[in-house]
C-alpha cells in the first residue's frame, strides 16, 4: 500500500475512527508543543524554576516555545523566554526573540537582552544597559537579584568575554 | 552530557512529581573530629565541569568557608572548622557514585541568566540524603559559596512577599531577608550573593553533620529550644530576644517542670555601623552590649546562677577571653523557689567582635552536681551543656 493511495486514505479514516473509539482523553494525547506545554505546566506549579531547568538542559528548538513567548500570561512568557534564551545560539533564534526586546517584563527584557547581546546584538546591548537601574527582581533569583545587578553583570561579562577573544 | 545520569535524574524527578523531590537515601557528606580540627567532607560528582572550573569553584569555596573568619577558620568547642569539597567527574557510563551528591554543570554564554540552584529532600541531612545542583559554568564566586551552603544543609534565609498567596513567586513578588530567623539575614551569604558566612552557618552546618554524636554530646533529654528576635541591626535601641524553652523533664527531677528559660540581650549602641549576628563594633566608637538573663526557673529546690570560673567568658573570634575583661557586673545569684530575675551586662571594647557568650548554671544545693554552661550565639543560637546530672538534661544542645 503506498502512501496518498486512496486505499491507503481509506486505511488511515479506519484507524482514525478506531482510535476515536477507545476515546482517549485529550489530555493524555502527546502535545502539539511539548516544549511549550512544558513551561506553562512549570510557570504554575509549585517548583517553576525546577521544572524549566530540566526543560532547558535538554536544548530544544525555540520555534517550538513560540505559542508560549507570545502568551498573554506573563508568568508563561516568562518561563519560555528564561528557556529560549538558554538554547539561543543562532541568528534565527534571535530574531524569534527579539520582539521580547519590548516586553512590559522588565524581566523579561532583561533575560532576552541578555542572551542576545551575548550573541553579539547591538540593540539587545542597549536594552541591557537601559536596565541597569531596574529595581525589579529576577525571577526565581537564588539568592535574590534585581533586574539592574543582573543587567550590569550581564555586560561585564559579555565585555569581558569579548577582550578574551 | 552524560544522558544516562541526565535521563535517570529526569526520570527521579518525574516519579517524584517535582514537589517532594526523592533522591536515593545514601550518606554522602562525613564529619570528622579530632583534637585538631574538625572537617567536614563533602563528595560532589560532577557532569560538565572542567579540572579547572572545579578548581576554581575550591577556591571559592575555601576563602569563604575556610578563610570566612576574617581570613581564618571558623571554630567550634574550641577546634577548627575545614570544609573539603572532593569533586570527581562522574563516570562515562552516567552511573552515578551513591557516595557523592550530583553537581550538574549548565554551560551558560556570558549574558544568559541560569538560576543555579541545589535540590534536597526537606529534613534530611547532606549525610543521610545526596543533593542534586544545577549550577552555571559560569556562577560567580559567590553563588558558588552559596550553593554549597545548601550542599552543607542550609537553607536560604529570605522571604517572598507572595501578594496573592498562591505560594508562587509571581511577578512583582518582591523577597526579603528572613530577619525572623535571622536577624543577620541581610547580610548573610545565604541570604544575600553580597552576604558573609557567620558562625552561626557553622554551627549549623556541623548539627546538620551530626557534630553532636560526633562529640558524644547525647541530645535526648533537653528538647531544642524556640527563640526569636527582633529589629535588626541599626544602631541604638537594638535589641534581640533569645528564647530557650526547655519541654522535657530530665532524669532528675528537681527541675522538673520548670518554665521557659529565657535569655535577654540587648545591645545599646552609639555608632552605626553594628550588626546582630557579630555585635561589631566600628573602631573608635563607644557602644555597650548589654547582655542580660531573664530566668523563671520553678523548682522545689534552690537554683543558683553564677558567672564564677571561665566559664562566664565571651568570646572574641570564636576564641574564649578571659571574662574579667568584658563582665562589669553578674550579681550574685538569686535562690528559692519560682524565682525570676535579671542579671549582668558586659561592656564590650571598640573594634572587636563578639560571637557568643557562656553562663554557667549551678545548683549549690548540691543535688544534682556541679552545673553546666549555656553558650550563645550572636545568631541566636543557644546551646547548653550542662554537666553530668546537672539538671533537667544532660550534654550539649543547641536551639536553632
Known amino acids: 500500500m503506498r502512501a496518498g493511495s486512496p486505499a491507503a486514505s481509506l ?11 477507545c476515546s482517549a482523553p485529550a489530555t493524555t494525547a502527546e502535545p502539539a508543543e511539548p516544549a511549550a506545554e512544558a513551561v506553562r505546566a512549570a510557570a504554575h506549579s509549585a517548583v517553576p524554576i525546577e521544572r524549566l531547568t530540566t526543560t532547558a538542559r535538554r536544548r530544544g528548538r525555540i520555534p517550538d516555545l513560540a505559542s508560549a513567548l507570545a502568551d498573554p500570561d506573563p508568568a508563561v512568557r516568562r518561563a519560555a523566554t528564561y528557556v529560549a534564551a538558554l538554547w539561543a545560539d543562532d541568528p534565527t533564534d534571535a530574531a524569534i526573540l527579539r520582539p521580547l526586546l519590548t516586553d512590559a517584563d522588565a524581566a523579561v527584557r532583561a533575560i532576552v537582552a541578555g542572551s542576545l547581546a551575548g550573541l553579539g546584538d547591538a540593540g539587545a546591548r542597549t536594552t541591557l544597559a537601559s536596565l541597569g537601574d531596574s529595581t ?17 553583570s550581564a555586560i561585564t561579562a559579555i565585555d569581558a568575554a569579548g577582550a578574551r577573544r | 552530557m552524560k544522558a544516562r545520569a541526565f535521563a535517570s535524574m529526569i526520570a527521579a524527578l518525574g516519579a517524584a512529581g517535582l514537589t517532594t523531590l526523592l533522591w536515593p537515601v545514601h550518606a554522602a557528606s562525613s564529619l570528622a573530629v579530632s583534637d585538631g580540627e574538625i572537617t ?66 549548565m554551560p551558560v554564554r556570558p549574558g544568559q541568566y541560569f538560576v543555579s540552584k541545589v535540590l534536597h529532600q526537606a529534613g534530611s541531612s547532606p549525610t543521610q540524603a545526596n543533593r542534586n545542583g544545577f549550577i552555571a559554568d559560569t556562577a560567580s564566586a559567590a553563588t558558588v559559596a552559596h550553593e554549597f551552603g545548601h550542599y552543607l544543609g542550609l537553607d536560604d534565609e529570605y522571604l517572598v512577599i507572595d501578594r496573592n498567596g498562591n505560594g508562587q513567586r509571581d511577578e512583582g513578588d518582591t523577597t526579603r531577608p528572613n530577619t525572623a530567623a535571622h536577624a543577620d539575614a541581610a547580610s548573610s551569604l545565604m541570604g544575600t550573593l553580597d552576604g558573609a558566612v557567620f558562625q552561626r552557618h557553622i554551627d549549623e552546618a556541623l548539627e546538620e553533620h551530626g557534630i553532636a554524636d560526633a562529640l558524644q554530646c547525647p541530645t535526648e533529654i533537653l528538647v531544642r529550644g524556640v527563640y526569636t528576635t527582633q ?23 528537681s527541675y522538673a517542670g520548670q518554665g521557659p528559660v529565657a535569655i535577654t ?20 566608637t563607644t557602644s555597650t552590649l548589654e ?45 528559692g523557689t519560682n524565682v525570676r530575675g535579671t542579671l549582668a551586662s558586659f561592656t564590650v571594647p571598640h573594634g572587636e567582635w563578639i560571637t557568643g557568650a557562656v553562663f554557667r548554671f549551678e545548683n549549690r544545693e548540691g543535688v544534682l552536681g556541679p552545673g553546666g554552661d549555656m553558650r550563645l550565639f550572636g545568631s541566636g543560637t543557644v546551646e547548653i551543656c550542662p554537666t553530668s546530672s546537672a539538671g533537667p538534661f544532660e550534654g550539649c544542645t543547641t536551639s536553632r
Request: charged share 20%; aromatic share 10%.
Open chain 1, 11 to 21: 486505511f488511515t479514516i479506519l484507524l482514525l475512527l478506531a482510535a476515536a473509539r
Open chain 1, 136 to 152: 525589579d527582581e529576577m525571577p526565581w533569583s537564588d539568592p535574590p537579584m534585581t533586574v539592574g545587578a543582573f543587567a550590569r
Open chain 2, 40 to 105: 567536614v567532607v563533602v563528595p560532589l560528582e560532577v557532569e560538565g565541569a572542567s579540572d579547572e572550573l572545579t578548581g576554581a569553584w575550591m577556591e571559592a569555596i575555601d576563602a569563604a568557608w575556610n578563610k570566612g573568619n576574617k581570613g581564618g577558620a571558623f571554630h567550634y568547642c574550641g577546634r577548627p572548622v575545614r570544609f573539603v569539597p572532593v569533586f570527581k567527574q562522574i563516570a562515562p557510563s552516567g552511573t552515578m557514585d551513591p557516595g557523592y551528591h550530583g553537581l550538574f554543570v
Open chain 2, 231 to 253: 529589629p535588626v541591626g541599626g544602631c541604638n535601641g537594638d535589641r534581640a530576644t533569645i528564647e530557650a524553652r526547655v519541654t522535657a523533664d530530665g532524669r532528675n527531677d
Open chain 2, 265 to 284: 540581650w540587648r545591645a545599646l549602641n552609639r555608632c552605626p555601623n553594628t550588626l546582630f549576628g557579630g555585635y561589631r563594633v566600628a573602631p573608635g
Open chain 2, 291 to 335: 547582655i542580660s538573663a531573664r530566668y523563671d526557673l520553678r523548682s522545689g529546690h534552690a537554683v543558683t546562677i553564677s558567672t564564677s570560673g571561665h566559664h562566664q567568658s565571651l568570646f572574641l573570634s570564636g576564641e574564649p577571653i578571659a571574662s574579667g575583661n568584658f563582665i562589669q557586673q553578674w550579681p550574685e545569684i538569686v535562690k
